[in-house]
């Protein structure tokens, strides 16, 4: 099982719609998490942080259940410029302190 | 303000050639990390420094690969020798006292191919 599994996508919607993506983590010990955001052959950036209260940031809202080990991510009225890779991060601890674990992505395409 | 900087931005050599990507962090930030990414694995952390000194090297993927960073400004990636399934895109980035939400800053990428 890999350490972050997310949506397999991609998901494809029109300008306006509300997508979610979800996410499960396989280690009970991570700390931190992250939602960055990758447009095509550019490098992953930091989209928001997601904490335990969960979290929003303008048309973006994040959740996070411990007991579940579950993530996600919420975008309302999408616009054509929300099209881009959305990587669901996990920052562990223990040993490798911090050590960052990326998902594979799931790709977001908004159209017109 | 200057992100971090990653050179060369595109690599091509033939099979057996030694490889060296650099990397300049964001001035001031203690952490730096080589990652690479692939289609088919996804983006992985390869090592990672605090202080110049290498934490974790868990992810290099095998005795060709190795990283140094000598000062605070500077790291550096080499493959050698390389083989096609080294292509990827390495990505370097930094992050300032790694510890709670501090975001990590990735630098444009090299992407490479080897023939």
């Known amino acids: 099982r890999k350490e972050v599994e997310q949506d397999p996508g991609p998901f494809n919607v029109p300008e306006g719609a509300t997508v979610a993506f979800n996410c499960t983590y396989s280690?009970?010990?991570?700390?931190?998490f992250f939602w960055y955001r990758q447009d095509c052959r550019k490098e992953p950036k930091l989209l928001m942080s997601v904490y335990s209260s969960g979290n929003e940031d303008g048309r973006f809202t994040a959740q996070l259940n411990r007991a579940s080990q579950y993530i996600s991510l919420l975008i309302r009225d999408s616009k054509l410029s929300d099209s881009a890779t959305y990587l669901c991060?996990?920052?562990?601890?223990?040993?490798?302190?911090?050590?960052?674990?990326f998902g594979q992505g799931t790709i977001l395409t908004v159209h017109p | 303000d200057a992100g971090v900087i990653q050179s060369p931005r595109h690599e091509v050599t033939e099979m057996g050639q030694e490889v060296t990507l650099r990397c300049k962090p964001i001035?001031?930030?203690?952490?730096l990390f080589w990652y690479r990414q692939t289609m088919m694995r996804g983006l992985e952390l390869l090592i990672y420094?605090?202080?110049?000194?290498?934490?974790?090297d868990s992810g290099m993927p095998e005795d060709r690969f190795s990283a140094k960073m000598p000062n605070a400004s500077f790291s550096t990636l080499k493959i050698q020798p390389s083989e096609p399934r080294d292509s990827a895109v390495y990505f370097c980035a930094s992050s300032l006292t790694y510890r709670g939400n501090q975001p990590q800053h990735f630098g444009d990428g090299t992407r490479l191919s080897i023939l």
């Open positions: 991060v996990v920052k562990s601890s223990g040993t490798s302190y911090g050590k960052l674990t």
């Open positions: 001035s001031g930030h203690d952490y």
């Open positions: 420094f605090n202080n110049n000194v290498p934490i974790d």
């Open positions: 280690n009970s010990a991570s700390q931190s």
